[in-house]
């Protein structure tokens, strides 16, 4: 069984989901990993009812599939003392609720 051959979505989160799942199809990609930015997969709505699966169908309908999801930016503030150097690649209620905490203020000028 030959591995498949998928594209990170990242580099073309400017363009809607559907326009980078033709290209995908069109290039001869397998599959897809999806970025968590642009309008590819949105953390924020996956609870709601038949989201994460008009994701899988949009794909399906291409002669693509799932192979990964990528949260890269988000995964940068991982174990990391959240300061104002996460503002451009967190998401917004992380970042506010974060730099609101009780962390006293030298905690931002660390490392």
Known sequence: MPRPVTLFTGQ???LPFETICEKAAAFGYDGLELAC????????????????????????????????ISNHLVGQAV?????????SCGTVPIWI?????????SASAAT
């Open 37 to 68: 930015w642009g309008d590819h997969m949105e953390v924020s709505r996956a609870e709601e009812d038949g989201y994460c699966q008009s994701r899988h169908d949009t794909l399906a309908e291409h002669g693509l599939s799932l192979h990964a």
């Open 97 to 105: 609720r974060n730099m609101t905490s009780s962390a006293p203020a």
């Open 12 to 14: 073309w989160a400017d």
């Open 79 to 87: 174990c990391d003392r959240i300061d104002s150097r996460h503002a």
